[in-house]
């Protein structure tokens, strides 16, 4: 565990990507050809989630940000996890440098602010994604009683809640987080005090119950009791209940629910896997081989590949989102909407196997 950490075993990893893990520390037989393979792959791989990351993102963020019926209290957290994975992307350039060079280069400050970075978008993320789920529940199962609640102005109150919730459940990080030496390199990695392996330990557990846990446990209950509202409702409509204009609002509300569970589960589907290698590796202390290296940075890599999917989930469920960026496309290449009718048209079709949505803007 960070400075400590031994080279037989895989160390306890923190919860945002592969810091306390080098591919130096391998006593394998036959592992140089391996580890540069790793070495070139990993910085390769990063920046293309980095570049696709970042492009698609960013549009979210200007989009949302810009367009004034893109303002809606759903879109709201969805600029705020655009935000939270902009930061994690912003950080991995230092990841790639680290990886080719074998060493950190940018000093103690970088660490502690790249590190921190690195983590506290799991928290805000997972956090904004329960709120999201929170937020679905009442549009849907109280459509009419949480009208009056549902505000724009309610939605960043809570956002920025988020983010001082996700700031301080990191701490840790910012606190004991330093550079050691090992072997001739130099690491940014977390340093506890002794005992390192208990304080370790309890940071990974904790992590795991605040970051997967806990929200992972509130989504699921939002969806059982929003599902069960849809299958309410659907066999009202076969009876002939439902009005013309509530059948409108209950369609729309559904393309909203699909596109935010879409994202729950793109996230947890890439991140799981991370926190129970953790789990594992705290439980049976699993030894170092080329197997377990390559299986570690797989998981981190799906973990850091989930802050690129989130752009084209928006764009290929949220016939909005797609209206919204290709409006954007056309003001910066000066081209007339209004004479592009048949090729938002085929863009529609092409998508049409992604969503089969309506109207989503709320």
Excluded at 64 to 77: D, G, H, I, K, Q
Excluded at 102 to 122: E, I, R, Y
Excluded at 256 to 281: D, E, G, H, M
Excluded at 325 to 336: I, P, R
């Amino acid at each position: 565990m960070g400075a400590s950490g031994p080279h037989t075993t895989l160390p306890a990893v923190t919860t945002g990507g592969p810091w306390n893990f080098s591919t130096t520390n391998s006593t394998t037989p036959g592992g140089d050809v391996p580890d540069k393979v790793l070495h070139i792959l990993l910085p390769v791989l990063y920046s293309i989630i980095c570049c696709i990351g970042l492009t698609g993102n960013t549009i979210v963020i200007y989009v949302v940000a810009r367009m004034s019926r893109a303002r809606t209290v759903a879109n709201s957290y969805i600029l705020n996890l655009a935000i939270a994975d902009e930061l994690l992307l912003l950080s991995m350039p230092f990841i790639c440098v680290m990886y080719v060079t074998l060493d950190w280069p940018f000093g103690p400050v970088m660490c502690k602010l790249v590190l921190t970075a690195d983590t506290v978008n799991q928290f805000a993320s997972a956090f904004c994604l329960t709120a999201m789920s929170i937020d679905r529940y009442q549009a849907v199962v109280h459509p009419m009683t949480s009208r009056g609640y549902r505000t724009i102005r309610r939605a960043v109150l809570i956002n920025v809640a988020i983010w001082i919730l996700a700031l301080v459940v990191v701490s840790p990080s910012l606190v004991f987080t330093g550079l050691h030496e090992s072997e001739g390199n130099v690491y940014c990695n977390m340093l506890w005090p002794e005992p390192a392996e208990a304080w370790g330990v309890a940071f990974i557990a904790y992590s795991s119950l605040l970051g997967c846990a806990v929200p992972l446990t509130i989504i699921t209950v939002c969806a059982v009791f929003i599902v069960r509202s849809f299958r309410r409702h659907r066999h009202s409509k076969r009876r002939g209940q439902a009005r013309d204009s509530r059948q409108i609002f209950r369609n729309r509300e559904r393309t909203i629910t699909r596109v935010v569970f879409a994202v729950v589960v793109t996230f947890f589907v890439c991140v799981l896997p991370f926190y129970i290698f953790n789990i594992v590796n705290l439980v049976s202390t699993m030894p170092i081989s080329q197997h377990n290296k390559w299986l570690f940075h797989f998981v981190a890599s799906m973990s850091y590949g989930n802050s690129c999917l989130n752009p084209l989930i928006y764009i290929g469920l949220n016939s909005h989102c797609r209206k919204n960026v290709w409006e954007l496309c056309c003001s910066w290449t000066g081209l007339d909407t209004s004479r592009s009718t048949g090729l938002v048209q085929v863009t529609s079709i092409r998508l049409s196997s992604l969503s089969r949505a309506q109207s989503d803007r709320r």
